[in-house]
Nanobody, 124 residues
Framework: QVQLVESGGGLVQAGASLRLSCAAS????????MGWFRQAPGKEREFVTA????????NYADSVKGRFTISRDDAKNTVYLQMNSLKPEDTAVYSC?????????????????WGQGTQVTVTS
């Protein structure tokens, strides 16, 4: 079991940066790939980025590539999402998820555990 709690969301202007954190508890965090997904109002949940359990492999959606960076600190049981050059279209609820034994799937069905999400709002 993995329990996930996101933090760091907020209201910012376009061009600003935010860093989201996802604190995990449970024994399987270190053997889990971690992903970030987002869902905007009226839209389907979409993949943002993921990192393998070892941290050696990352995957990004084209829409965030070059602006967002995922990282993990296993000593703190935390995964981070650094978001730079934010755009209004990045506005969404961002959720982290754990994929035990995985390598960072882009499919949300591959993730077994989810946090509640944190709101990110970017104004123009």
């Amino acid at each position: 079991q993995v329990q996930l709690v996101e933090s760091g969301g907020g209201l910012v202007q376009a061009g600003a940066s935010l860093r989201l954190s996802c604190a995990a508890s449970g024994r399987t965090f270190r053997s889990s790939a971690m992903g970030w997904f987002r869902q905007a109002p009226g839209k389907e949940r979409e993949f943002v980025t993921a990192i393998s359990w070892s941290g050696g492999r990352t995957n990004y959606a084209d829409s965030v590539k070059g602006r967002f960076t995922i990282s993990r600190d296993d000593a703190k049981n935390t995964v981070y999402l650094q978001m730079n050059s934010l755009k209004p279209e990045d506005t969404a609820v961002y959720s982290c998820a754990a994929e035990p034994g995985g390598y960072g799937s882009i499919r949300f069905n591959d993730y077994n555990f989810w946090g509640q999400g944190t709101q990110v709002t970017v104004t123009s």
